[in-house]
């Protein structure tokens, strides 16, 4: 796990001072890779790798960037796990034990298709020097991360925006993500809110030719096709061996590994097969807020703790630790994300550094499985429109009305959400009916100025993903989890990446395995949502692993950090002071002054205020100390 960046001339002429600013990059991601660094220039001056290492395999050997010896170099970020079964599958001789060689020999003997037999989370670069071209790739998932930026005649790819920023001619916001951020909290498409900075999107790769043209494409896909011939019991058992075999790739360390533990069904399972695997060496970490139940999961977390017999770092996360850290969090996330658990990741990764270099997490089993209340929000108004036509189908595309009934207690502390999203619309297209559930853009409306914006509409580029090929149109449920698979999924392994790397902590995600999301896909509504139970077959094929009462629960938070609570008690002068500077208070697109008028309202509007707030610190930390960035290449060029 490291930090990787890179410069490419794409008219083959000398970069100056290429050294000088590959060493600035390196420095500027410092804090991903303490282990060591490297810099790599060819000769002729225009082509340059940097890397920042973080030892996990390989702790002697595996110093990057690296070369095969025959010209050829790589600069990568991630873990290859079934390295060891492509060492003996593509033979020959090997001068490390470490996962980045086997990318040197396996590029070597496949190509560019050498992506399609990695199975792990990975970003990298690689120079062929007899082809004279740069082939870059990013795993599946978006696990690892990929930016890059074209400047001048100069390509410019790195692991953290915030390495891209010198080089920019400004500091920008991208007004079409700009766009996207306030409908989903999340870009689409591969923007940034920085403009001019894009991300490579997961399963993709990128060429550069000898001429300098820029190539992409999709290497990886997963269809949605309901496998309508097996038993219940086959997938029962078929997710099972899925995950362990997943699992014990995960584990593969030289150094000790820990787990996330919040008292979720994923955590929990992930760290009770992973202290079966590693033994007594295995630890979990967990988090509370010492405001009452409804902030305080850690009583689950204990249960799984005790139930498996491994030690459990608590940690009590207050108000004043907010204060003292949301702006490191904005600083390392680079834009605002997915809402407001990524500061409660940012504190229990600090703990779980203290004690480990690589942690395992449940993040992708909420939208593999369908784990989100939202799904069952959605699939309750369409089962009831086909009962109410005569429409409603039989079999395995579909959970009926009839069933779906036990499981609506769920629902009982959604109601507001309920009464607003059936105030309008009601009984619409599916297509419509989801985004409305998704869409926050409306209640942050008023406190938007859209002079100047570009003609552009979110709803189109989500409706390509919702309607997409790839997914059966008779599945909701998939429909559904297709879109946030392909969406939020890698928004929220932005914060899993950023958060943990923020304290060189490795977090791995067994969920993300190629193979078994692929199978998942094929399993039917009827049964992987049964009766309206979210991740009803994840729960049925893992129970035996986990306390009934954690596994059985439906109250689960994910989580929540107390935003709400804060806002309006011990951080409400910290909230009000950020906005309301004279910086805050004079911005383009934002109304700050009416965003504190609302903070007084109700708590629905925290979400919106978290938006709001975290904007404004971005703007802050970035945009208006842009000299410290522009200050920062001419020290580089000055080398």
């Known amino acids: 796990m490291c930090s990787i960046a890179g410069m490419i001339s794409l008219t083959g002429d000398r970069i100056p001072a290429l050294a000088g600013k590959l060493g600035m990059m390196n420095e500027i991601q410092a804090h991903r890779g303490p282990d060591g660094e490297g810099i790599w220039t060819r000769e002729t001056g225009n082509v340059g790798f940097a890397h920042r290492r973080l030892s996990i395999i390989d702790l002697e050997t595996g110093k990057q960037p690296m070369t095969d010896g025959h010209g050829n170099w790589v600069c990568y970020n991630g873990e290859i796990y079934n390295y060891l079964e492509l060492r003996q599958e593509l033979g020959g001789s090997f001068q490390t034990t470490s996962d980045t060689e086997v990318i040197l020999h396996a590029y070597e003997k496949w190509g560019?298709?050498?992506?399609?037999?990695?199975?792990?989370?990975?970003?990298?670069?690689?120079?062929?020097?007899?082809?004279?071209?740069?082939?870059?790739?990013?795993?599946?998932?978006?696990?690892?991360?990929?930016?890059?930026?074209?400047?001048?005649?100069?390509?410019?790819?790195?692991?953290?925006?915030?390495?891209?920023?010198?080089?920019?001619?400004?500091?920008?916001?991208?007004?079409?993500?700009?766009?996207?951020?306030?409908?989903?909290?999340?870009?689409?498409d591969g923007k940034t809110l920085f403009k001019g900075i894009r991300e490579l999107e997961p399963a993709h790769s990128l060429t550069i030719s000898a001429e300098g043209e820029i190539r992409k494409r999709r290497y990886w896909q997963v269809y949605y096709r309901p496998d309508l011939y097996h038993t219940e019991q086959y997938f029962h058992d078929e997710l099972e061996a899925h995950f362990r075999r997943s699992l014990t790739y995960h584990v593969r360390s030289d150094v000790p590994v820990g787990g996330y533990v919040s008292g979720g069904v994923d955590s929990s399972i992930t760290s009770a097969l992973a202290r079966e695997l590693l033994g007594d060496s295995f630890e979990g970490f967990t988090g509370k807020f010492s405001l009452g139940p409804e902030y305080d999961e850690s009583e689950y977390a204990r249960e799984v703790a005790r139930a498996k017999g491994f030690p459990l770092y608590e940690m009590d996360i207050a108000s004043q630790d907010f204060i003292d850290h949301i702006g490191d969090v904005i600083y390392h996330l680079d834009v605002p994300v997915a809402g407001p658990g990524s500061f409660s990741q940012y504190m229990v990764s600090m703990l779980a550094a203290k004690h480990r270099k690589v942690?395992?997490?449940?993040?992708?089993?909420?939208?593999?499985?369908?784990?989100?209340?939202?799904?069952?929000?959605?699939?309750?108004?369409?089962?009831?429109?086909?009962?109410?036509?005569?429409?409603?189908?039989?079999?395995?595309?579909?959970?009926?009305?009839?069933?779906?009934?036990?499981?609506?207690?769920?629902?009982?502390?959604?109601?507001?959400?309920?009464?607003?999203?059936?105030?309008?619309?009601?009984?619409?297209?599916?297509?419509?009916?989801?985004?409305?559930?998704?869409?926050?853009?409306?209640?942050?409306?008023?406190?938007?100025?859209?002079?100047?914006?570009?003609?552009?509409?979110?709803?189109?580029?989500?409706?390509?993903?919702?309607?997409?090929?790839?997914?059966?149109?008779?599945?909701?449920?998939?429909?559904?989890?297709?879109?946030?698979?392909?969406?939020?999924?890698?928004?929220?392994?932005?914060?899993?990446?950023?958060?943990?790397?923020?304290h060189g902590l490795e977090s791995r995600v067994p969920f993300l395995d190629r193979e078994m999301v692929e199978f998942v896909a094929t399993i039917p509504a009827s049964i992987k949502f049964k009766n309206g139970t979210m991740k009803y077959i994840l729960r049925s094929a893992m129970s035996k692993y986990v306390p009934e009462r954690v596994m059985n629960r439906t109250d689960k938070m994910g989580f929540p950090t107390p935003f709400a609570v804060w806002a309006k008690g011990e951080a409400r002068d910290f909230i009000c002071d950020t906005l309301s500077t004279k910086q805050a208070r004079q911005r383009q697109f934002i109304d700050n002054e009416k965003v504190m008028t609302k903070m007084e309202g109700e708590g629905s509007f925290a979400r919106n205020l978290w938006g709001f707030f975290c904007l404004e610190l971005w703007q802050q930390i970035f945009h208006d100390r842009a000299w410290e960035y522009r200050r920062k290449l001419e020290s580089a060029e000055a080398v």
Not at 169 to 184: C, G, N, R, W
Not at 367 to 380: C, N, Q, S, W
Not at 448 to 457: A, L, M, N, S, V
Request: aromatic content about 16%.
């Open 112 to 188: 560019e298709a050498c992506v399609e037999h990695f199975s792990g989370m990975f970003a990298f670069a690689i120079w062929d020097e007899k082809k004279q071209r740069l082939f870059c790739a990013r795993d599946h998932f978006g696990i690892k991360p990929f930016y890059y930026a074209v400047v001048g005649d100069v390509f410019l790819f790195a692991s953290e925006m915030k390495a891209l920023l010198p080089f920019l001619p400004s500091i920008e916001t991208d007004l079409e993500a700009f766009q996207d951020y306030l409908v989903f909290q999340f870009c689409m």
């Open 359 to 502: 942690v395992l997490g449940g993040q992708g089993g909420d939208e593999i499985f369908g784990g989100y209340t939202r799904y069952l929000v959605a699939y309750f108004e369409q089962c009831i429109k086909g009962a109410i036509e005569g429409t409603q189908q039989t079999g395995a595309y579909v959970v009926t009305y009839e069933s779906i009934i036990p499981n609506l207690s769920s629902l009982r502390n959604y109601k507001p959400m309920l009464k607003s999203f059936w105030s309008k619309g009601l009984f619409d297209e599916p297509s419509k009916r989801y985004f409305q559930l998704i869409n926050r853009a409306p209640a942050m409306e008023d406190c938007i100025r859209r002079d100047g914006w570009p003609e552009y509409d979110p709803y189109r580029t989500y409706e390509r993903l919702f309607v997409a090929e790839n997914v059966d149109k008779r599945s909701y449920l998939d429909r559904m989890t297709h879109f946030d698979f392909k969406t939020l999924l890698p928004a929220l392994l932005q914060v899993e990446d950023r958060m943990s790397m923020a």
